[in-house]
């Protein structure tokens, strides 16, 4: 006799860290006796995992909410929870505006999804705060949320990204004071996991197939500072490069006072760890950086661009900046332009200042007009276009080392994979259009060798090769 098992949906919004977040309640819905559908429309329980950061995501989270609310409206019985930042930013509003949903889960909250898929009716109590606007959130300043919640090795977890790589979130929360960031009001100050917790989630990933451990956190270098480490990161990230299946290890979402030699001593002497540095930096014109509350100067992050470069050779860097915060001027913004050009940054993400209630950028004065704003970015990644495109030549005619990730995205005539400067999803990529015709296929994950032979703006082009060391085919299978 078949026992008919509850199903669950899942649409998970925003960045890696809410992936993991969405990743951990699926194991929690798993565990607790339900099967996971990719179908939302037909799920027993649908989860919007909802992100909260800009007005852009906010938006997209109300629009999602609404559509899986008519999918809800559609199928009797169905219920519909919401979790994530929005809710942990708007817990009393949103109720109040979406009586649609059966439950509202905060950031802190996570392990009491079993507790509301157990009930049959759930909902957290309303309070009487109604939106003007539908989708529109209020302004409403609120302090940093009381949070305690951290996942660890021993939290069910189903992935859902490829087999071959994994996110793994080593801290939560920011003690940081930027000026524009919302984050501390969604996600608490920081707290890390024990490097012993990490370790083990470590090892059962790569024994499940992973090679590539990408860790993640608001701020990766302040790693263990709450648990009394100094130098916690480097610590760290010597630890999980003696793990012996693994083949790269890279970090994301660095702060540039954190930075420190050790750091960079570890990056350039262990081969495991990935010479790629993603750390934003918002600005470059001094006034900006101050204006942001954010360190340093202009003068400051050469330097430190600098010493990067020079402790880590062939290190890759990624930075993010906002354009049009309150205040910037067409000097700013100059000074940005020259900056990005004489740093020849590898990859840089762009943003529009979005002005986000509860945060002091809010309350300053002249703030600049969206069409001014979006021009500025539009003008900013025209140059970074320029700088990717002629940084990406040097690869031509030299054979690299590439995982691969099999059938490109777009085209199933053609394989793609990166290099170890390129993280998944926000860098170029390597397309592969040929191989040798007595090699079998390799697997995701593999580690190939591929001769570039053409460049582009963001991706590079290339084929599959024999060793040029050895004269041998290519080492696939290298785990």
Known sequence: MTVHRPTLGMVSLGCPKNLV?????????MQSGYAVTDDAGSADVIVVNTCGFIEDAK???????????ALKAARPGQRLIVAGCLVERYRRELPAELPE??????????????RLLERSQAAIVPHPVILRQRGRVPARERDRPDANYLYSDTTPRLRTTPKHYAYVKIAEGCDHPCAFCSIPQMRGNLRSRQIGSILAEVERLVADGVREIILIGQDTTSYGEDLGLKDGLAQLLR???????VTWIRFLYAYPTRISDTLLDVLAGEPKL????????QHAATGMLQAMRRPGSRTFLEKLIARIRARVPGVALRTTFIVGYPGETQADFDVLLDFCEAQAFDWVGAFVYSDEEGTPAFDLPDKVPGPIAEARRAKLMQLQARISKQRLKRFKRRVVEVLFEGVSDDSDLIWQGRLATQAPGIDGRVLITDAPADLPP??????????????????IVGRIVADPRTGAPSPYHLS
């Open 239 to 245: 630890t999980l490069a003696q793990v012996q299946e």
């Open 274 to 281: 990935c010479p790629y540095i993603d750390m934003p930096l």
């Open 21 to 29: 977040d969405s990743e951990v309640m699926l194991g929690l819905a």
């Open 442 to 459: 390799p697997r995701l994950g593999d580690v190939v060798k591929v001769e570039i032979t053409a460049t582009h703006t963001y991706d």
């Open 59 to 69: 938006q997209e989270s109300i629009e999602t909410i609404l559509e899986m609310a």
């Open 101 to 114: 949903v059966d439950a509202f889960l905060g950031t802190n909250e996570l392990e009491q999804l079993p």
